[in-house]
Structures are given as structure tokens and as C-alpha cells.
């Protein structure tokens, strides 16, 4: 079986980068060259490259068995999703006909489609049809349907034009009916589009949660925890990928379990293995009248790990301990309906001392409070202070090294999403003492915007908007701003629930993009556009090494989180891959997490060691860079569970220590509003 993929642009040399052809932007998808993908290079089951007859391309064909089942499939990259055209070439030697299932991703667009006769073996013809293709990767596969095999194939060119770019109406106000223990029924008012509604999406603070069919207005949805709320939101989308904006916000409260029995406490917690950042914790087994369905490691209220499994194992290796710390942990049981149970014994331990290189933080102290939601922190270039942006406010602060805080301004325009959106993030220019210009990201109307103004040291003024048309939703607006080495600004924006955005080079979501302080495209850009990077989910975190490279942090959906190094024109993956995955032409993050202890915000870098706020995971990663080489080293937590959902994470001009931030006033922290802080950590 050939499991690799050939393509050349027509009339054009080859664009590829680790077999996955790079489409070309300057001219409009209705005037796109047709890209050719060999037969002989894609993926082929029940027959064979052969060379044996004349007139073929590239260097052969693919000849099928003859057998019902045999098939060839093509793997191609749409730029945007739109109306595919494929154009297939083939041949027939034989008087019958060797029909044969066309399918795209999985489903079958032309079924039993014919390929006559076409006089002998070295006679190729050519069979096309369009259909809708979504951004990114496509699966285009011919199969057999018939004992007489496939025609011989030769390749296929494809080309893809976006038709349709009207996005169907958002979804009516969602409810909530038929409430359980564990599942509800999930109506909404159906939307409507000029061509036809395909699937609707639904989230669940701002993760997808299940998907309906275009013709369906309800949704049975199985498997939820008891006495848990749940805030949902519905979108729609077209075959073309234009996706709606969001429903009304709904919240649904499953029923209290009827299961009140909580599992036994665990037996007897006992440690190995102890290293400076790990240790292997083993405990009996628990007992429950349904069933044990989790044992969460806990210190104090604290969780470090979740271990699940039907049943769940008894032991596991907690990782990314700090080191020369205090530990006292126990382990609690869970069944399905949520009961705890009583805790283990606890056992206690240090973990051995700290290696010197790169340093390690060795202490905290508040610097400021009273804050509600701040989400960017960026220092002068002097170092004498910080500003701070508040994300639902729209104020943004100045902030001396003591902690002393003065709010310089508001930026006009911004408005909030009631979720994500709002005031994100800031960046100073390098050149502020002659020209004081200080940039943000925010939430306006129509969208996220790019936006400079003029800061004199006392307050902002001058807006001007450098870049708009970057779509906005509830979640996963992205937001980070930080400038390069290269002096050039670089901006991280989230696919705004739209997955298939991140895919699309035309578009400006799910990317990180790089431009002029005057708001242009920066010259050298991959594409001769805004973007730098691709296939990106939620990025937040962006820092640059003292080697000049750019690293990101981003949000997964329910596998895995991601650490990147980002490199120009790279496809990072979303929404084909989360987390580490084998598909040809998409760039593996250099670390990963479990969503849980993650879900990250902000990086900074000192020493060489990059530091990773996270909200849900309550901890700041600590992640050392193995010298100049691209690889990772061991990741250590610290402050778990400590100061609650941490946001942004800055280095200190000139010393090394980093200033960090809180989010605990957010939807997902429910404090009220003042109660985050800025800290100040010393690295020694």
C-alpha cells in the first residue's frame, strides 16, 4: 500500500513542504490552477503502480484489481472551503464498464459513476464533477463497484472556487426538555441559508460538544454528569463552510443522581520512584455500588491527576512535580453520578533538588490587586513600567514595579462577546521613545481588530485601526500581540469557532500573522498576506527565545494543548489534527497536556526556559529549552491550584523575574470582580 502523495500545480513549479502542496494565494479561488495529484503516489488498496502502457503523467498509473472493493484515495488541500472541481483521467482497454463509488470525506458524492471504454489501454479520457469540499484536507476516494475493477488511473486535478460565502443565520434561542440524571434534549429555532443549512454545532463553553444534521432542530444529548450545568450554544453551517454567528446562550442543569452511595475510600497510598520531577503513587483498590469510575490525586482540594478507565488503574506516575518542593497528596475514589469518596491515607514527600541551568522560581509576592480580568501585559522599553489591558472593562493601566496602578485610557470601539472577547491584548513599539505608538487587540463590532493609538506616558489617545476582517465569536478570539526581533508585529487570533477557518491561508483566523506598525502585510510573509502561520485553534501565548524564534501556546478542544515553535508558512494542524498526529504536511507541537491541566494562556521566556500560564490547570508550567536545539525538556508545575486560573505571564525588563496574572473573575472563575492580582516571581 503507497500511503504518500504526489502534486504539482499546472503550469507552475511544485510548491510542496513535507509532501502537502502549499496553494497558491495570488490569484482568486475563481481563477485557481488546477492542482494534479499522481495516482501512483496516493494511497491504493487491491492494485498497483504499473508503467506498462503509454500517455500517463508522472511516472505511472495505478491499475486495480479486479474485485469489488479495490480502491484509490487521493488526499488534497483546499485553500477554502467552496465547490470542488475534480477532473480524473483514465483509461478502459476493455468493451465494459468499470464503475466506480466516488466519495469525499467519507461520503459518497457520485455513486456507481462510469468510466466507459475508451478504445484500449493507452487511450486516456477525462470524467469531472464538482461538489463541495471544506478547507483544508480532503479525502477524495474512487472504489470498485463491480468485479470488472477500477480503470486504469492515471491522476486527478483538482480546483476548488468559493461560490457561496453567505453564512446561514444563527440558530434560534436553544432549550432545554427531557432533563435526566444524565441526558437531556437540546431545540433550537432551525436557520436558515440561501442554499441549504448542512450540520448544526454545538458548544459547550467553547467546546464542541455534539453535531446535528442541517434538518434537525433537536438533539438528544447522553452521557452528562449529574446536578451539572451545562452553558450551551448552537451555530450552523453550509456545505461551502460559512458558518453562522452564535445562538442565544442557554444553561441546563442536569438532575441530581439518584445514586447517593459514594465509593470507598481507596486503600493504602504509597509512593516509589521519586525523582526531582515525578513520582510513581500506588493505592488499593476502591469499591462502589455501580461503579468506581475515576481516582483523582489531590493535595488539599487541589487535583494534580485524573486517572480513568473502566475499570481505573490503581497506580500512576504523577509528573511535572517542582523540584526541592513539599508534597502531601491522597487519592480520592468517583462513580459515574459524581459521589467522592472518603480520601486515602496521605503520604508525604520532597522532591530531590533542582538542577542550576536555567534557574527556577523561588518566590512569589503580590504586586497589585483589585483587578478584573487582566489579559495583557506588556513593559515599557525603558522598564520603569507596565501597561495592563482589562478585557471586559476596556481600560488599560499603568503599573509601576511597586504595584502602583493609574488607568491611562479606554479603548474606544471594544465590546465584550460574554465569553472570550473584549480588550486582549497590548504591545509597545520598539521605537516608542520617538514615535509612541502603542497597539491592541480587541472585539468591536463587526469583528477583532488590530488597533494603534499614542500613549505619552500619561494617557492614550489617536486610535487608528490597523486591521479588521478578523472574525469574532463568543470563544477562541486569540488576541496575544508581540513584536519580533525582526521589529515587525505579530498577532495570534483564534478560529472564532469556525474550525475550517484555520485551514484557509485567505482567511485571518486561526492563524498568527505578522505586519508593518502601519498595518500592512509584513514583506517576506509566506504567502504574500497577513499570515505567518496556519492551523491554529485558539493561540494566546507568543514569545520569542533568545535564538529569535517564536514560540506559541494554544488551546486544544478536548484532547490535548499545545506548545509550538512556530516557523513561517507552517500548518499547524487544527482542526485535522489536536495534539501529535501523523498526517503529511502539518507541524507537531514540540509539547502537549491534557486539556485539564493545561488550557494554556500566556508564555514568557527567561533564562532559556519558557513559562506557560495556565486557566483550567490553575499552574504555571515551567518548560526548559534543551540549548540552542529545537527540543523541550521535562515539564515542571508550579503554584498548583494556588492562586486559581492564571492568565498572562510577562518577563521583567532587565531582571529575571516574570510578572503573572489571574483570571478568576471570568465566566469560568466566578469571582467577583477585583479579586485578581498581579504577582511577581523571582527566578534564581
Not at 434534549?185 to 463553553?205: F, K, P
Not at 446562550?249 to 438532575?255: A, E, K, M, S
Not at 467522592?340 to 497589585?368: H, K, L, M
Not at 489617536?462 to 478570539?477: A, D, F, W
Request: overall charge neutral; glycine content about 12%; aromatic content about 8%.
Amino acid at each position: 500500500m503507497s500511503t504518500t502523495t504526489s502534486k504539482r500545480t499546472l503550469g507552475g513549479t511544485a510548491l510542496a513542504a513535507a509532501g502537502l502542496l502549499l496553494p497558491l494565494l495570488a490569484a482568486p479561488p475563481a481563477e485557481a490552477a488546477a492542482t494534479r495529484y499522481e495516482a501512483e503516489a496516493a494511497t491504493i488498496v487491491q492494485g498497483a503502480a504499473e508503467s506498462n502502457h503509454t500517455g500517463y503523467s508522472g511516472t505511472g498509473f495505478v491499475n486495480g484489481d479486479n474485485v469489488v472493493g479495490s480502491y484509490v484515495e487521493f488526499t488534497v488541500t483546499a485553500a477554502s472551503a467552496g465547490t470542488g472541481q475534480i477532473a480524473i483521467r483514465y483509461s478502459n482497454g476493455t468493451t465494459a464498464g468499470r464503475p466506480a463509488d466516488l466519495a469525499v470525506g467519507g461520503t459518497v458524492v457520485s455513486a456507481a459513476r462510469a468510466f466507459d471504454a475508451t478504445t484500449d489501454w493507452n487511450t486516456w479520457a477525462t470524467s469531472t464533477l464538482t461538489t463541495p469540499v471544506k478547507a483544508g484536507s480532503n479525502k477524495i476516494r474512487l472504489t470498485s463497484t463491480t468485479t470488472n475493477g477500477l480503470p486504469n488511473l492515471d491522476y486527478i486535478d483538482f480546483t476548488v472556487t468559493s461560490s457561496d460565502t453567505e453564512a446561514p443565520t444563527a440558530p434560534g434561542r436553544p432549550s432545554c426538555s427531557a432533563i435526566t440524571e444524565d441526558s437531556l434534549t437540546l431545540n433550537w429555532g432551525a436557520a436558515t441559508d440561501n442554499v441549504g443549512v448542512a450540520a448544526y454545532d454545538i458548544y459547550e463553553h467553547g467546546n464542541k460538544f455534539a453535531e446535528a444534521a442541517g434538518t434537525a432542530t433537536t438533539k438528544n444529548l447522553t452521557g452528562l454528569t449529574a446536578r451539572t450545568t451545562y452553558n450551551i450554544t448552537v451555530f450552523a453551517r453550509d456545505a461551502a463552510g460559512n458558518v453562522s454567528s452564535v445562538s442565544p446562550i442557554v444553561d441546563c442543569t442536569t438532575l441530581p443522581s439518584s445514586d447517593t452511595t459514594a465509593p470507598s475510600a481507596p486503600g493504602t497510598l504509597s509512593t516509589s520512584g521519586l525523582t526531582t520531577n515525578s513520582v510513581v503513587l500506588n493505592w488499593g483498590t476502591s469499591t462502589d455500588n455501580k461503579a468506581v469510575t475515576a481516582y483523582e490525586v489531590r493535595s488539599g482540594s487541589t487535583v494534580h491527576k485524573t486517572v480513568t478507565g473502566t475499570p481505573p488503574a490503581t497506580t500512576t506516575t504523577l509528573t511535572g512535580l517542582a523540584c526541592a518542593s513539599p508534597y502531601t497528596l491522597d487519592v480520592v475514589a468517583k462513580d459515574t453520578a459524581g459521589n467522592v469518596s472518603p480520601p486515602s491515607n496521605t503520604v508525604t514527600f520532597t522532591t530531590p533538588a533542582c538542577a542550576t541551568d536555567g534557574g527556577v522560581p523561588s518566590g512569589i509576592a503580590t504586586v497589585s490587586t483589585g483587578w478584573s480580568i487582566p489579559w495583557g501585559t506588556y513593559w515599557m522599553p525603558d522598564g520603569k513600567t507596565a501597561l495592563v489591558t482589562e478585557r471586559d472593562s476596556f481600560k488599560v493601566f499603568k503599573v509601576t514595579p511597586d504595584g502602583t496602578r493609574t488607568q491611562v485610557g479606554t479603548v474606544p470601539g471594544a465590546v465584550t462577546t460574554n465569553g472570550e472577547g473584549g480588550l486582549l491584548g497590548v504591545a509597545v513599539d520598539p521605537k516608542w521613545a520617538t514615535n509612541h505608538y502603542v497597539y491592541v487587540m480587541h472585539t468591536a463590532s463587526e469583528g477583532n481588530r488590530v488597533a494603534r493609538m499614542t500613549y505619552d506616558g500619561s494617557s492614550l489617545g489617536g486610535y487608528t485601526v490597523l486591521l479588521q476582517g478578523i472574525k469574532k465569536s463568543r470563544y477562541h478570539n486569540g488576541g496575544r500581540l508581540a513584536f519580533g526581533p525582526d521589529g515587525y508585529l505579530y498577532a495570534s487570533t483564534g478560529e472564532a469557532q469556525t474550525p475550517d477557518l484555520a485551514q484557509d491561508k485567505n482567511s485571518l483566523n486561526g492563524k498568527i500573522l505578522r505586519m508593518t506598525t502601519d498595518g500592512k502585510a509584513a514583506p517576506g510573509n509566506p504567502f504574500g498576506n497577513y499570515v505567518y502561520s496556519y492551523g491554529h485553534r485558539n493561540p494566546q501565548g507568543l514569545a520569542f527565545d533568545g535564538n529569535g524564534r517564536l514560540w506559541e501556546a494554544e488551546f486544544g478542544d478536548s484532547k490535548k494543548d499545545e506548545l509550538n515553535l512556530i516557523k513561517p508558512g507552517n500548518n499547524y494542524g487544527w482542526p485535522v489534527c489536536e495534539g501529535n498526529c501523523s498526517t503529511a504536511g502539518m507541524t507537531n507541537p514540540k509539547k502537549t497536556w491534557n486539556v485539564s491541566e493545561a488550557s494554556p494562556s500566556g508564555i514568557a521566556i527567561v533564562r532559556n526556559v519558557i513559562y506557560m500560564a495556565a486557566l483550567k490547570g490553575e499552574r504555571l508550567w515551567r518548560v526548559p529549552i534543551n540549548g540552542d536545539t529545537e527540543n523541550l525538556g521535562t515539564p515542571t508545575a508550579y503554584y498548583v491550584g494556588t492562586y486559581g486560573r492564571l492568565r498572562s505571564v510577562t518577563k521583567v525588563p532587565g531582571q529575571d523575574q516574570l510578572w503573572l496574572s489571574t483570571t478568576n473573575c471570568d465566566n469560568n472563575g466566578g469571582e467577583p470582580d477585583g479579586a485578581d492580582k498581579l504577582f511577581r516571581i523571582s527566578i534564581t
